[in-house]
């Protein structure tokens, strides 16, 4: 099945932006890039084919299906095979058991513990987030700027501006 040059070079401009020309050598690219996928594919069902009819022919020997049917009167029935040694798998539907119920706890009480560390040793070795001086010269900030609106003109406009100075 071969990609529309249209389409593709619609989605191409619609994604980018970027005007391509049908003629463009990327269109080659692109047909290019299709054959050798669909090449690859091929190959790939090939084996898949082959592993598929091996598989097959496995359960057919260890007597967990009918023999194949012949080509082209359609798919045969492939029973589920027997369990080995002929007796069944055993399975559970309770709930957990009491052994299940103390390792989920205890594995519980370790991820509570370790996140708790975790957290301990964070705000242990963490540095605050400002230093002294930087809380001493924040403090001296607030104090000018609650200042500020309190001067005269002339001396207030004097300060804004070795303010603004860098």
Request: charged letters at 20%; aromatic letters at 2%.
């Given at each position: ?47 898949l084919d082959a ?28 029973a589920p095979p ?40 964070q705000a242990l ?42």
């Open positions: 099945m071969a990609i529309d040059p249209h389409k593709l070079r619609t989605l191409v401009f619609e994604k980018t932006g970027i005007k391509v020309d049908i003629d463009d050598p990327i269109f080659a690219l692109v047909a290019l890039n299709e054959a050798v996928l669909e090449e690859s594919v091929e190959r790939h069902l090939a084996r592993a598929s009819e091996q598989l097959a022919g496995l359960v057919r020997s260890a007597g967990g299906a009918p023999p194949a049917a012949a080509p082209g009167t359609g798919s045969a029935y492939i027997a369990p080995i040694g002929g007796r069944p798998i055993a399975t559970s539907h309770e709930g957990f058991s009491r052994r299940e119920l103390r390792l989920l706890g205890a594995a519980a009480a370790v991820a509570v513990l370790t996140a708790v560390l975790v957290l301990a040793g070795l963490a540095k605050p987030a400002l230093s002294a001086e930087q809380q001493a010269a924040l403090a001296t900030a607030a104090r000018l700027e609650r200042a500020l609106p309190r001067l005269d003109p002339r001396t207030r406009a004097t300060l804004e501006a070795e303010l603004a100075k860098p």
